[in-house]
């Protein structure tokens, strides 16, 4: 099995700030990783596919790179209403999610 | 497009339960559907999946529940099915359907959750 490691597992940050998470995979995944948004009591919801494309409608302060094992998720200027926690997924062969970043408020 | 996850509840170790993901508003036999689980306070764990059936219809599951929980699908009725046996404390949990991939492209579909409670 493909294991995701995702870190940090928590962060607090200023609004304004970028913001930014990593998640590496324990084996080539080439660019099968996608980052979830999950806030409480919802189901995920889907920011970044590939790696890099931004799902239709997400605001262009959310990206994505990497490739290969080594990814990285970023919000360039934090804002309130992006408190919640984000996941890295590997979603090929046997999926595995990442085990979350919880972003707070500074 | 809409995912409704249904049959949650309270059960004893031991005991078995059937959860059912009724899909609509896209055509469900294209679908490689996901089965997805979060426990109380702790992050998402994928469950497993099943292709569609012009892709084989084969199934996959996480090793936490591989042999106990079995995933099966009815196009006709365009809706998917987990079947939970053997049910531990820790696999209590809000139990989530997504839609995987639809022809290798990712959809982001999910439902709303169903809650399974494993207790004496």
């Known amino acids: 099995d493909i294991q995701m490691t995702q870190s940090p597992s928590s962060l607090s940050a200023s609004v304004g700030d970028r913001v930014t998470i990593t998640c590496q995979a324990s084996q080539d995944i080439s660019k099968y990783l996608n980052w979830y948004q999950q806030k409480p009591g919802k189901a995920p919801k889907l920011l970044i596919y590939d790696a890099s494309n931004l799902e239709t409608g997400v605001p262009s302060r959310f990206s994505g790179s990497g490739s290969g094992t080594d990814f990285t998720f970023t919000i360039s200027s934090l804002q309130a209403e992006d408190i919640a926690t984000y996941y890295c997924q590997h979603y090929d062969n046997l999926p595995r999610f990442g085990g979350g970043t919880k972003v707070e408020i500074k | 497009v809409q995912l409704v996850e249904s049959g949650g509840g309270l059960v004893k170790p031991g005991g078995s339960l059937r959860l059912s993901c009724a899909a609509s508003g896209f055509t469900f036999s294209n679908a490689w559907m996901n089965w997805v689980r979060q426990a109380p306070g702790k992050g998402l764990e994928w469950v497993g999946r099943?292709?569609?059936?012009?892709?084989?219809?084969?199934?996959d599951y996480a090793a936490p529940v591989k042999g106990r929980f079995t995933i099966s699908r009815d196009d006709s009725k365009n809706t998917m099915y987990l079947q939970m046996n053997s049910l531990k404390t820790e696999d209590t949990a809000v139990y989530y359907c997504?839609?995987?991939?639809?022809?290798?492209?990712?959809?982001?579909?999910w439902g709303q959750g169903t809650t399974v409670t494993v207790s004496s």
């Open positions: 997504s839609i995987h991939t639809i022809f290798g492209v990712v959809i982001d579909v």
């Open positions: 099943i292709k569609s059936k012009s892709d084989g219809g084969t199934t």
